[in-house]
């Protein structure tokens, strides 16, 4: 026991001669400890930040790839789509609009009736809200597609004017019909109808065959 007390207090005594070193050579460790986090950047609030900025742009560019591989499938819908309508232009699509429909009327035999077509209406992306960056302003106001309208008038037998709604109707192309009004004559052998439709195209996409 007297010889443990012993080597207690030799320590003591030597840790009070040399407590000025010791307490030197401890901070001296941790500034140099402290100083390498700091210059690290460990302890600064900036670090937080940068690590934020990774996470998002790892995030954008991960979008973006997978965004990219997508890209060629949807390009292909896009001109699945593009090869159910009649052009790529207003006038293209204006001039086909009009020879189909009287083709039709002729290939049926009706010989009273007329083909116009009137405005057409540019439709914008129906998801504009997505576009919110300044590099998207373009897109979100670019037109998506344009409706062009025309209207069939047309007189005939009941039978041949049905089979002129059942022919447009069936038409390979995209369009829609918006009305139908059949006005008979005072016996209704001789029926007058007025079909309103329209038919959209995409700027500058043309069908595949053309």
Same mark, same amino acid.
């Given at each position: 026991m007297s010889a443990l007390v012993a080597r207690v207090s030799n320590a003591v005594r030597w840790f009070r001669r040399h407590w000025l070193a010791i307490s030197l050579t401890a901070?001296?460790?941790?500034? *140099? #400890?402290? $100083?390498? +986090? *700091? #210059?690290? $950047?460990? +302890?600064?609030?900036?670090?937080?930040?940068?690590l934020a900025n990774i996470e998002k742009y790892r995030a954008v560019l991960t979008d973006a790839v997978a965004k990219s591989k997508a890209r060629p499938e949807l390009d292909a819908r896009l001109q699945e789509l593009a090869d159910q309508t009649l052009g790529s232009t207003l006038e293209a699509v204006d001039s086909e609009f009009r020879r189909r429909l009287n083709r039709a009327c002729e290939q049926l035999g009706l010989t009273d009736f007329s083909v116009t077509t009137g405005t057409s209406v540019g439709r914008p992306t129906p998801a504009k809200k997505e576009f919110k960056s300044r590099e998207g302003a373009k897109l979100r106001d670019e037109v998506d597609f344009v409706e062009v309208e025309a209207t069939v008038i047309a007189s005939g037998t009941l039978e041949r004017i049905y089979n002129l709604i059942f022919r447009i109707d069936a038409e390979p192309w995209i369009k829609r019909i918006a009305s139908v009004r059949l006005n008979p004559s005072g016996d209704g052998q001789i029926i007058r109808a007025t079909i309103k439709l329209s038919t959209p195209f995409m700027p500058g996409r043309s069908p595949s065959e053309q």
């Open positions: 901070g001296a460790v941790l500034g *140099v #400890g402290s $100083g390498y +986090l *700091v #210059g690290e $950047g460990r +302890l600064a609030p900036e670090r937080e930040t940068t």
